[in-house]
C-alpha cells in the first residue's frame, strides 16, 4: 500500500479564487505526479515532481502550479481557479512492483473539484 | 509523441460471458510498457494488469488476459466470465522503458466504460 492521502476529496470554489489540492504519501517514494480526469480525455499529466524542489510540466500545465518542499507533500495550485479547471485530480506515486524490477504508477483517491 | 486510442467509448457484456475492450498505441520506440486500469464507481484507479513489450507472451492475472499484437501496436483486454463488479470504466495506458522523471509518466486512452448485465 503506497499510502497516498489526497486532500480535500471535494472542493466547490467560485472564479478567481486560490485553490491548492494536497498530496500526501507515506513511503518516501521520489516520483510523484499530479493528473487531471475529464469525460473524452482519460487522464492527463499537468506536473510532475523527481524530488523536493524538482518539478516539471506535463501537458495540460497551464494555469497551474506546483510545489515539494518535503519528500512526502506535493501541492497543486489554480492561482486563480476558472470554470474550465472543474474535474476530477489524482495524485499519484512511482513505485516498484514486487518481484518484477517494474515502476507502475499508484493513484491516490482522487480529489473533485468545481468551479463555479 | 506516443498516443493512446480506445475506440469503444461503451461496451456490455453478461454476466459469466467475455469481453474484450480494445486499445491501440503510435509510439516510436521498441521498448515499453502497457497497462489496464480499472475505475470503478468509486473512482481509485486499480491496476488490472501489466505488458512488457520485450516479452512475446501475452500476460494474464486471473480473469484477466492480454493479446498483445505488438507489430500492430495493438493491446486488448479479455475480461472472462464476467462478475458484476467488472463494471467500470477501463482505460489503457502506455509508458516509456526508460527509468526517469516524465518517462515514468503515463499516456492514457479516453476509456472504456464496461456495464455487465445479470
Known amino acids: 500500500d503506497a499510502g497516498i492521502t489526497q486532500s480535500p476529496r471535494h472542493k466547490v470554489t467560485e472564479t478567481g479564487t ?8 507515506t513511503e518516501n517514494h521520489r516520483y510523484m505526479y499530479w493528473y487531471r480526469q475529464d469525460p473524452g480525455h482519460g487522464l492527463r499529466l499537468i506536473h510532475y515532481s523527481y524530488g523536493v524542489k524538482d518539478t516539471d510540466k506535463g501537458e495540460v500545465s497551464d ?5 515539494r518542499s518535503k519528500t512526502e507533500d506535493f501541492l497543486l495550485t489554480l492561482e486563480s481557479a476558472t470554470s474550465s479547471q472543474t474535474s476530477v485530480y489524482f495524485c499519484a506515486i512511482s513505485e516498484g512492483l514486487a518481484g518484477t524490477g517494474a515502476n507502475v504508477l499508484t493513484f491516490g483517491a482522487g480529489s473533485r473539484l468545481t468551479v463555479l | 509523441a506516443q498516443t ?4 469503444q467509448p461503451e461496451m456490455s457484456v453478461q454476466e459469466a460471458e467475455t469481453v474484450t475492450l480494445s486499445c491501440t498505441y503510435d509510439t ?12 470503478p464507481p468509486s473512482r ?17 492475472e486471473n480473469r ?15 475480461i472472462s466470465d464476467s462478475q458484476l463488479g ?10 516509456s522503458s526508460y527509468y526517469g522523471g516524465a518517462t515514468n509518466k503515463l499516456i492514457f486512452g479516453t476509456g472504456t466504460l464496461l456495464a455487465v448485465q445479470p
Not at chain 1, 18 to 25: A, D, E, I, N, S
Not at chain 2, 52 to 60: G, I, L, P, R, S
Not at chain 2, 70 to 78: I, M
Open chain 2, 44 to 60: 481509485q484507479m486499480i491496476l488490472v494488469i501489466r505488458q512488457e513489450a520485450y516479452k512475446q507472451q501475452n500476460a494474464t
Open chain 2, 4 to 7: 493512446v486510442t480506445q475506440s
Open chain 2, 86 to 95: 467488472d463494471a467500470a470504466m477501463y482505460f489503457c495506458a502506455y509508458r
Open chain 2, 64 to 78: 484477466f488476459s492480454v493479446n498483445f499484437q505488438k507489430a500492430a501496436k495493438s493491446f486488448s483486454l479479455k
Open chain 1, 18 to 25: 486560490p485553490v491548492t489540492l494536497r498530496c500526501h504519501q
Open chain 1, 63 to 67: 494555469g497551474y502550479s506546483v510545489s
Open chain 2, 28 to 39: 516510436s520506440e521498441s521498448d515499453y510498457y502497457l497497462f489496464w486500469y480499472k475505475q
